[in-house]
């Protein structure tokens, strides 16, 4: 019983954890093996440098054929957020408010367990899903070096923490807004459009001067916009988006507390 409601909602996710895992790989593995094909071509460079507003538009930053700036434009500044949010916004979105409107939540909550140790259980199911994903994308990240994609373990590790980190803060976010509310279409639509202002704002504030001091309130620029795959993840950052996720949890906790279970 101690971890009944984890282990179910892991189980009844368990084919799109494995689908978006093995996809991802894939995704990574032919990013990974094409590199050598790219590396030595200064018209990419020339594209972004022509045009940098656009390109960060697209998470591409500086140079496009170096190792990092190859692996961070294909896969780490949008690909790999992106399936992370998915995975984890919708788990969010209907790990409580879901469950409400089709009515077994009310089952959910007979059970010998405060709402407390449930809603524990839940956000343990929205750090779980990210954890398939990141593993196998940075092992096939590091693959790389036998195609001449060399990037250090230390700055590939940090980012890869960080994707992380991200999926989970925007997936308590869902599920906090989603116990507030018990609106799932509404933890969704609220949070999903929180994750692309974040995008646009971390990519756009290395290149739009305006924009420049905004990048603070960016989840993405804490976790996968500000050059981790160079300089690694730093341990503000860490604490940044660890804290999100602590007083997001705490919130999502009281607010399922309060929620009327029908």
Do not use: C
Not at 46 to 60: E, M, P, R, W
Not at 78 to 89: K, W
Not at 184 to 203: D, E, F, M, N
């Amino acid at each position: 019983m101690a971890v009944d409601i984890l282990r179910l909602d892991a189980r009844l996710r368990r084919r799109s954890i494995i689908g978006y895992s093995l996809g991802m790989a894939a995704y990574v593995l032919v990013v990974v093996v094409i590199y050598p094909a790219f590396k030595d071509s200064s018209s990419l460079d020339n594209l972004v440098s022509s045009d940098s507003t656009v390109a960060a538009l697209f998470g591409v930053t500086g140079s496009l054929t170096s190792p990092s700036g190859w692996l961070n434009a294909n896969v780490y500044a949008n690909f790999l957020p992106l399936i992370l949010l998915l995975m984890t916004i919708g788990y969010g979105a209907s790990a409580i408010a879901g469950q409400a409107e089709e009515g077994t939540l009310s089952l959910v909550t007979t059970l010998p367990l405060s709402r407390r140790r449930i809603a524990a259980q839940k956000l343990a199911v929205v750090l779980l899903l990210t954890i398939p994903v990141g593993v196998l994308t940075l092992a096939m990240a590091l693959i790389g070096r036998w195609f001449q994609l060399e990037v250090a373990l230390g700055p590939l590790l940090g980012a890869t923490i960080g994707a992380l980190l991200l999926g989970v803060d925007f997936g308590i976010l869902a599920l906090l807004v989603g116990a507030w509310t018990g609106s799932r279409g509404t933890a969704l639509g609220v949070v999903s459009a929180l994750a692309a202002a974040s995008y646009l704002i971390g990519s756009l504030a290395t290149t739009v001067q305006w924009m420049h001091p905004l990048r603070f309130v960016s989840l993405f620029y804490w976790s996968v916009g500000n050059n981790q795959l160079t300089d690694g993840l730093s341990a503000t950052s860490v604490l940044v988006l660890i804290a999100v996720a602590l007083i997001a949890a705490a919130a999502a906790v009281t607010a399922f507390d309060r929620l009327d279970v029908p």
